[in-house]
């Protein structure tokens, strides 16, 4: 395939195309005009710093987000500081290679009230904003879906995400808004400009929405294949400011099965028509 | 089992307990002490309202809700004539059995925006209306998880289901509260608090969000088995005025296996210490 350089804000989280190697899913992605890379850990575990930062140069890419960090809720304290020491390592590891950005998947607990989580949210975040500024590594909250409420995130809603960065106003916290999460909420909008009127609009993840859906976590859909209406909502983050990339965050057991070339194909192609 | 007259305000959906008939659903709901059974349309297909009607004074079973209609929302306007037409015969179907209440499940159609959903839902309400009135059966709006915002409901919280209610303004016209689809919205107290206000509390609706769901429709969970705080919710419920049932609504492929009286004793256990 011919470099497109409308692909210039184009991202791709390595979880997407999770059955190739980093080094390859780099090479691959830069084959194709990629300029971004969204790096989940996995990815990267057992490769040092180097090798990492020599393979994104080499690349012409873009490390865009560290994923994931938070999972701060927990019935013990104990956990919750394992949890607090973990997204200090993460915040680290981000800074040695040299990714700006740390995206907090908060967490819930779901033997504790939603509240009683957010408040340990709230903790970590505190805890870890100083440990962030030391490093000079940003950090995204990202509301989850409510179907991720009992265990993945007490932060359902834009609106939650922004109370939080809101109440803590620090140029290190903003929000990443993911459609898959926040499609249908009547009030994202408005909860998008509020965002980027308070400068907090960090990231901006992509996919679809599969009719049906068939598996909680791993049946994503490709841009254009679901019911999101991904063009108004881009629509409304670039209306809010945001000039960042367009990271593409597909889980699926279905593309993950395909071979990875043509499915990268299809994600530049769904891209540039249907986002 | 004895029967306990704590559980005047229990009422079953007969689909919680899918594989038994009617007569025979109701005689064991009956057996326990149970004093209300919501009526899904499949149960009774196929029996003459007389025989329906004599089963339910038999049994001292007051009838609740007939379940479900909606499904308003379609591209083509003689298919959303169609869904209107078979609302209205669902009306003349519950006032022949004699049940006060119709639930609708609103709808959503994936190939248009789910404002021009809302939009068809309220066209079909209207509608409804003088046709409610003319058989006196109210109409229960059911705000659906916003998991099923795709093809089951365009309508995703309490607040637009209260919104949609207060819009008519009519005595015949309410909203059913189900724990599944808004247990984790950090608005529910004072929405439920503003739907009592209005007088459009009409229906309540308890089950469990079991910890992992296994399946975006028949996995709920018994109550005391997931994460919803139902005593609570129930507390601002009555707060708000309502006195009428607690129905147990639960699709479920793993109860529906198991021995059915096994299943309702552990339904009235659950009701009476996690409800």
């Known amino acids: ?13 390595t979880i997407t195309t999770k059955p190739l190697g980093f080094e390859d899913a780099c ?18 575990a057992g490769l040092d710093s180097k090798t990492v930062s020599d393979c994104l140069k080499k690349n012409d ?19 919750r500081e394992a949890a607090i020491e973990d997204n200090i390592r993460m915040l680290q590891e981000a800074s040695e290679l040299e990714i700006p950005l740390l995206v907090l998947v908060c967490g819930a607990e779901p033997k504790q009230s939603l509240q009683k989580s957010r408040d340990q949210i709230k903790e970590g975040i505190e805890t870890l904003l100083p440990v962030a500024r030391k490093y000079n590594v940003k950090m995204a909250i990202e509301p989850l879906h ?49 965002c980027g009127k308070n400068d907090n609009l960090y990231a901006y ?39 960042g990339f367009n990271e593409v965050e597909i889980f699926s057991e279905k593309f993950w099965a395909e071979d990875q070339d043509e499915f990268l194909d299809k994600i530049v192609d769904a891209y540039l028509n249907h986002s």
């Not at 395939?1 to 989280?13: A, G, R, S, T, V």
């Not at 090479?27 to 990267?44: C, T």
């Open 1 to 13: 395939m011919k470099i497109d350089f409308n692909l210039n804000k184009l991202c791709i989280h």
């Open 27 to 44: 090479a691959r992605y830069a084959a194709l005009g990629v300029k971004g890379i969204s790096i989940w850990r996995d990815a990267v």
């Open 61 to 79: 890419l873009s490390p865009v987000a560290y994923v994931r960090g938070g999972f701060f809720p927990a019935l013990e304290a104990e956990k």
């Open 146 to 194: 409510p179907m991720y409420a009992d265990t993945r995130s007490a932060i359902t809603s834009l609106k939650q995400a922004n109370e939080m960065a809101e109440h803590f106003n620090d140029d290190l916290l903003g929000v990443a808004i993911d459609v898959y999460h926040l499609w249908f909420d009547d009030d994202l909008e408005a909860q998008i400009k509020r």
């Open 205 to 243: 993840h992509i996919c679809d929405w599969n009719v049906p859906t068939t598996d909680f976590l791993l049946d994503r859909g490709l841009m254009g294949e679901g019911c999101i209406p991904l063009k108004q909502i881009r629509g409304w983050v670039e209306e809010a400011g945001f000039r």
